[in-house]
């Protein structure tokens, strides 16, 4: 489903990639993992075709396609959706206004409001969202863990093919790691893929993790199955350090 090959990545002069390889199959699971700075939010973004980031070298194939010349929002309606380690606040437009406009974009048919509001007011029941927030501004006023299971109200919402999931789970409690963890497992099938930054092994506890990779220095330098993510728990970064 997705395939990266030797990718290198720059913002402004500082190079961040520095030949990252990475193919993700559909139906699997991949958890990136690594100390902070060392490029796992970058890949996420260039992914999703961040105007930021420069592509020096390397190429991102989605389905078989090349990435390199599509604008955000139009990798967005290939099925590419990006959960945001610290969620935007969108003023002047509901989540449930956004939701359908989104919905209504990547599938190219109009939805039915009626059916739609029973749609999402159960999905937010099954993530304890209050069905009341459907009126509110996105993220307007929201908690950070509010934001977050809003992030994983989108995903399913959406249902896209491959999922970025940026450290979704970072500053959450126990219960709320539970909840995200669970819509997570609720959206992976044999039919999409989904890609998970997290520093939090909870997060994983639902969800049959098929490769795990260590990113360090803008490059991944161990993969390996789920037995990878133990290893770093238990011993960290350093057994994996590489020159620069």
Do not use: W
């Not at 993992?33 to 390397?58: A, D, R, W």
């Not at 999402?120 to 069905?131: D, F, K, V």
């Not at 501004?137 to 994983?152: L, P, T, V």
């Amino acid at each position: 489903m997705l395939k990266i090959d030797d990718l290198h990545v720059r913002a402004g002069d500082t190079g961040i990639l520095r030949g990252l390889s990475l193919n993700v199959g559909r139906g699997e699971i991949h958890v990136i993992l690594g100390p902070n700075g060392s490029g796992k939010s970058t890949l996420m973004n260039v992914i999703l075709g961040h105007p930021k980031y420069e592509i020096t070298g390397g190429t991102i194939f989605f389905d078989g396609e090349d990435l390199t010349a599509l604008k955000t929002f139009e990798r967005a309606r290939r099925g590419i959706f990006l959960s945001f380690q610290n969620p935007e606040e969108i003023p002047g437009i509901t989540v449930e206004n956004m939701l359908r406009t989104a919905k209504q974009a990547i599938t190219g048919t109009k939805i039915k409001i009626l059916q739609f509001h029973r749609e999402l007011l159960a999905t937010m029941s099954e993530l304890q969202i209050p069905p009341e927030y459907a009126a509110r501004y996105m993220n307007i006023g929201f908690s950070g863990g509010e934001k977050k299971r809003n992030e994983i109200l989108q995903l399913l919402t959406l249902n896209p093919k491959l999922a970025l999931l940026d450290e979704t789970d970072s500053g959450l409690d126990v219960d709320a790691v539970e909840i995200v963890s669970s819509g997570v497992a609720k959206f992976h099938t044999a039919e999409n893929s989904c890609v998970i930054i997290t520093h939090n092994a909870q997060i994983l506890k639902h969800l049959p993790v098929t490769h795990a990779h260590v990113l360090l220095n803008g490059r991944i330098v161990r993969s390996g199955g789920s037995e990878l993510v133990a290893e770093v728990s238990e011993h960290g970064y350093a057994p994996f350090e590489v020159t620069p």
